[in-house]
């Protein structure tokens, strides 16, 4: 183990990373996408400003801390007997990958917590960059944009079991509109990255979209399991395939700046997930999306769903209007709310 404790000392470090909202996940979960490899399984990914950042200081000993907006307590451990089980395992992982102690880890959020938007993983991101910075000042040579993608990956998947996808890592990396094509067979890489929106093109979607946190917490794991399982069995692999080709429709819809087909693709795709995923959607998300629709939207869970967060795409005048209409919805659940953010296309930093 490197003590850090002296370098941290001369200042903290700190990294970020974009939440995001998305279509089409799951697909990027090898269980799903490497038996169907050649169908191009796809998601499509928006990073979003509300931000996480991860702060390194000064910690004594050899001991490694940790902290979150959200949890209750924090965790404080030797560094050799950090545990890679407990809530804030994956970010001990990430640490001992890097072989440091003598630091505190501070990770605060501008998404609510278990939001559906990102979360744990992009935390993660924001600070394996942040580490990478540490390294650098050690001397060691800094760790590529793909190169972070690809541990926080392996680092999340491998310590919680498996059936992990990589598009919230992929969001937090690169940020911006992208499509991702996933490759789990290909030797070459993970993935295909195609870039929708260029900044200009972004500026214009974030005019016509309204996020929206629920109020209640998602977890993504058990969901998860059930739709693998599902997929897996055959019970639902040929409702995945024609969401699979919807959202590949929608991504060309979003190249073309053609927020009316946009809009248009992602009810058809809810209204086949509503087949496939039911649980995807509670009472509350369900109406958000049923309102969106009334006024000519499109509109989706964020993630797994089962809580957390719903997105809308649609035109200016109908996402004010829909602001609105939201914003009585919301008033029946404690913490929800209409989140303040737009399209950041910086990624991790």
């Known amino acids: 183990m490197t003590n850090v404790r002296s370098l941290l000392e001369e200042g903290p470090l700190e990294a ?5 909202v998305d279509a ?22 928006m990073g979003l ?20 907006k959200g949890f209750s307590q924090s965790e404080m451990f030797s560094a050799d007997q950090m545990p890679f089980t407990s809530p804030f395992g994956i970010f001990f992982s990430a640490i001992s ?26 935390a993660l991101v ?3 960059k942040a580490l990478s910075k540490a390294g650098e000042k050690l001397g060691r040579k800094g760790l590529s944009r793909k190169q972070i993608l690809y541990l926080a990956y392996h680092l999340e998947d491998g310590v919680s079991g ?12 690169y940020g911006g509109v992208s499509q991702w094509i996933w490759r789990h067979g290909d030797s070459s890489g993970l993935f295909r990255r195609v870039l929708l929106l260029n900044k200009e093109g972004q500026g214009q979607l974030s005019k016509r979209i309204l996020v929206a946190y629920s109020g209640k917490n998602h977890v993504a794991a058990t969901t998860n399991r059930k739709w693998v399982h599902e997929f897996l069995s055959g019970q639902t692999r040929s409702g995945w395939i024609k969401a699979n080709d919807l959202v590949h429709r929608f991504a060309d819809a979003l190249k073309e700046r053609d927020w009316s087909s946009a809009a248009s693709l992602l009810r058809e795709e809810v209204a086949l997930r509503k087949e496939i ?3 995807a959607l509670t009472p509350l998300t369900d109406r958000l999306v049923t309102e969106a629709e009334k006024i000519g939207c499109g509109a989706r ?11 809308a795409l649609g035109k200016v005048d109908a996402i004010e209007s829909l602001r609105t209409n939201w914003e009585i919805a919301l008033k029946s659940m404690k913490g929800g709310e209409i989140l303040s953010c737009r399209i950041d296309g910086t990624g991790c930093r």
């Open 301 to 311: 869970f964020a993630g797994a769903g089962a809580g957390g967060s719903v997105w």
């Open 162 to 173: 498996g059936n992990c996808g990589l598009q919230d890592q992929a969001a937090a990396v």
């Open 126 to 128: 924001a600070l394996i």
């Open 277 to 279: 995923t039911p649980e």
């Open 16 to 20: 970020s990373a974009p939440c995001r």
């Open 97 to 122: 990958y890097f072989g440091f102690s003598g630091l505190e880890v501070v990770i605060d959020s501008e998404a609510p917590v278990k939001s559906a938007l990102g979360g744990s993983s992009t």
């Open 24 to 45: 089409g996940g799951t697909w990027d979960i090898k269980a799903l996408a490497l038996p169907l490899e050649k169908m191009l399984p796809t998601t499509v990914n």
């Open 49 to 68: 400003t509300l931000r996480t950042s991860v702060v390194l200081k000064p910690f004594p000993g050899n001991s490694v801390k940790i902290s979150s």
